[in-house]
């Protein structure tokens, strides 16, 4: 196995306006002239007044709404958004929410100008998987820290037809800019507060998580973001708490896991999340609570294939050193799981009640979208995949 950095390219034209009402400034970052569509959620962003702050701001352009987009995305719902978008012409789309209105955001501007049907941007089985090569700019407001979405150029939507959650990316779908105020999150549950925890822990993961490179500022970079969320998690999820700093590490270390910093040159795993996407496409479990389930079963399934790595994790992220290496690295992974648990979490299918019949419903919908060759060597078959659904009943 190479055991060097990788060459890379890094580039990210996001521009982050972060901090306290810096909402206001939207007319600013939007160019002069343009028709632009708002679209949201189920309706947290109308609730809590964050839809007319964007309104009132945006005073001077020519406004539209889409509204309802759900949790997990689906084609079905971002269809209507897509026809709305070519029948009356909006050339600027903003999203004003968390991953999920983000991610269909990034759909739409992708499929307004896409040249052909729009579920062959999906590869997996799903489509063609051709690339996108031209989308709408569109900006972002978000509300809930977890995905990276706001500064990444990946999108996950659900094709609710074929039960199946697939992702694409492409050089021209990152946002142009995205409004990130620690201030809006302080109307989040705690549910969706230790989702966004559990999410982007599990995103350094899966780019730390592999073999060593000598890679020494993305692992000391992951591992930073590791012990910040281990830090500030238990506080993150008291929903009355609004502590203006600690949101803000909050929202920035999520934002900092997944805006392809940390992946640069090093080998990536991602089983995590494909095992995970299958389990929210059958059960709809949300996406940080699949994690929770997947991570752990994979880390003791995967032990001898990440034995270096969990050593290094054991040490610097948990400050374990007592024992022989089998017990460092099989404390790291009970102190990662009950992490989860402190958060409000359960690690196993039986926490969610469902049992044995997942095993084989799972591994068949991998099966049919290509996921049969995973993980950092592309060595974790379906038979891999299978005693870690099992490992985590
Ligand atoms: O829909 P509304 O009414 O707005 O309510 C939402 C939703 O019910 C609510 N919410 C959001 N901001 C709020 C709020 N409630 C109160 N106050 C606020 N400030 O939270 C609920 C969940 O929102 P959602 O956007 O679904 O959550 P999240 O940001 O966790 O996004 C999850 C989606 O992102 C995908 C996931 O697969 C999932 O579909 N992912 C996207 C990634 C990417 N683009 O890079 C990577 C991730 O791994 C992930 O797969
Ligand atoms: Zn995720």
Same mark, same amino acid.
């Given at each position: $196995? ?101 991610? @269909?955001? &990034? ?43 706001? $500064? ?52 350094? $993961? ?11 500022? #993305? ?18 999820? &008291? ?11 909050? $929202? ?7 805006? @392809? ?22 059960? @709809? ?18 032990? #001898? ?6 050593? #290094? ?81």
């Amino acid at each position: $196995m190479n055991q060097e950095i990788a060459n890379f390219d890094y580039y990210n034209p996001t521009h982050i306006v972060f901090g306290k009402d810096r909402l206001k400034e939207l007319a600013t970052l939007i160019p002069q002239g343009k028709k632009v569509l708002l679209l949201y959620g189920g309706g947290s962003v109308v609730r809590f007044g964050t839809l007319d702050k964007v309104k009132q701001a945006l005073s001077g352009f020519e406004l539209g709404e889409f509204g309802g987009i759900e949790a997990n995305p689906t084609f079905e719902t971002l269809s209507k958004a897509i026809e709305l978008v070519k029948a009356e012409g909006y050339d600027f789309l903003l999203a004003v929410g968390g991953g999920s209105v983000i991610d @269909g955001t &990034k759909f739409v501007a992708s499929a307004a100008k896409f040249d052909g049907d729009p579920l062959d941007i999906f590869g997996n089985g799903v489509g063609a998987g051709r690339p996108v090569t031209s989308a709408l700019p569109f900006g972002t407001v978000l509300t809930l820290p977890a995905t990276g979405s706001e $500064m990444n150029s990946g999108a996950v939507i659900t094709i609710k037809a074929k039960k199946a959650k697939v992702s694409f990316g492409s050089a021209v779908t990152f946002p142009v800019f995205s409004i990130l105020d620690p201030e809006l999150t302080y109307t989040l549950p705690a549910r969706q507060l230790a989702n966004g925890v559990i999410d982007a822990f599990v995103h350094i $993961m899966e780019q730390y998580m592999t073999y060593p490179v000598g890679a020494m500022v #993305q692992d000391r970079y992951a591992e930073g973001l590791l012990q910040t969320l281990i830090e500030i998690g238990p506080d993150v999820i &008291k929903e009355d708490l609004h502590d203006y700093n600690l949101r803000a590490n909050f $929202m920035w270390t999520a934002t900092n896991a997944l805006n @392809g910093t940390l992946n640069k040159g090093v080998p990536q795993d991602w089983a995590s999340h494909s095992l995970g996407h299958e389990i929210t496409a059958l059960y @709809g479990i949300d996406h940080a609570r699949t994690l929770a389930i997947v991570l752990p079963a994979l880390l003791s399934v995967r032990k #001898q294939e990440k034995r270096e790595k969990l050593l #290094q994790y054991a040490e610097r992220v948990w400050q374990i050193t007592e024992g022989d290496a089998e017990e460092r690295i099989d404390a790291a992974i009970v102190k990662t799981g009950q992490f989860f648990e402190v958060l409000g979490a359960g690690t196993h299918f039986s926490d969610y009640n469902l049992g044995e019949e997942v095993v084989e419903a799972l591994v068949s919908q991998l099966s049919d979208h290509k996921l049969t060759a995973i993980s950092e060597r592309g060595d974790q078959t379906l038979e891999v995949s299978r005693e870690i659904y099992r490992k985590a009943l």
